[in-house]
């Protein structure tokens, strides 16, 4: 079955950080490429970042860049997502998703939440 | 950056047709992929490659893309099409290429 299963998020003061992870099954992980994208509370899906299936291009959206860092390692068929200096807008549950061939996402993991709140 | 429009809202009868559209400049020349979620769920691709269909997806679901709009058609609408419904592209001229529309919530009557 294929299976995409993100963990690491939780409720993080404004300023801190927070590290996610995807961690995938069921399907060969390191030639997929892999993107992380949010929705914050009663909103619609925001994409937030992408990368390669070797990890040689990234791309991150214009709220993120610069704070937010997207890896991957293909020996543990993991996807990460390093959250630094954290704002109250970034609140949001944290979805990873595979790429199709022409930029489809599918499948989808169920979702980790990010609280970020003094 | 490239901006996707859609209706917030949508609603049908049982048994009707609902058209969801998803507006943005020339989008005819892009690829669309439509995805629908639920309450509490995950967003599920029901449409891609602005016609195509996963497996599973009754055909009850299409869509269609032409110049400056791309739509998805759900026919013979059942309670359970009520969700939220969102259209994707990829914009590749882009460094932040990954781009989602408003989204539109479809009430069944």
């Known amino acids: 079955e294929v299976q995409l299963v993100e963990s690491g998020g939780g409720l993080v003061q404004p300023g801190g950080s927070l590290r996610l992870s995807c961690a995938a099954s069921?399907?060969?992980?390191?030639?997929?490429?892999m993107n992380w994208v949010r929705q914050a509370p009663g909103k619609g899906l925001e994409w937030v970042s992408y990368?390669?299936?070797?990890?040689?291009?990234?791309y991150y959206a214009d709220s993120v860049k610069g704070r937010f860092t997207i890896s991957r390692d293909n020996a543990k068929n993991s996807l990460y997502l390093q959250m630094n200096s954290l704002r109250a807008e970034d609140t949001a549950v944290y979805y990873c998703?595979?790429?199709?061939?022409?930029?489809?996402?599918?499948?989808w993991g169920q979702g980790t939440l990010v609280t970020v709140s003094s | 950056s490239y901006v996707l429009t859609q209706p917030p809202s949508v609603s049908v009868a049982p048994g009707q047709t609902a058209r969801i559209t998803c507006g943005g400049n020339?989008?005819?020349?892009?690829?669309v992929h439509w995805y629908q979620q639920k309450p509490g769920q995950a967003p599920v691709l029901v449409v891609y490659d602005d016609s195509d269909r996963p497996s599973g997806i009754p055909e009850r679901f299409s869509g269609s893309n032409s110049g400056n709009t791309a739509t998805l058609t759900i026919s013979r609408v059942e309670a359970g099409d009520e969700a939220d419904y969102y259209c994707q592209v990829w914009d590749s001229s882009s460094d932040h290429p990954g781009v989602f529309g408003t989204g539109t919530k479809v009430t069944v009557l």
């Open positions: 020339n989008i005819g020349s892009k690829s």
């Open positions: 990368i390669s299936s070797s990890g040689s291009t990234i």
């Open positions: 998703a595979a790429s199709g061939y022409d930029w489809w996402f599918d499948p």
């Open positions: 069921g399907f060969t992980f390191s030639s997929y490429e």
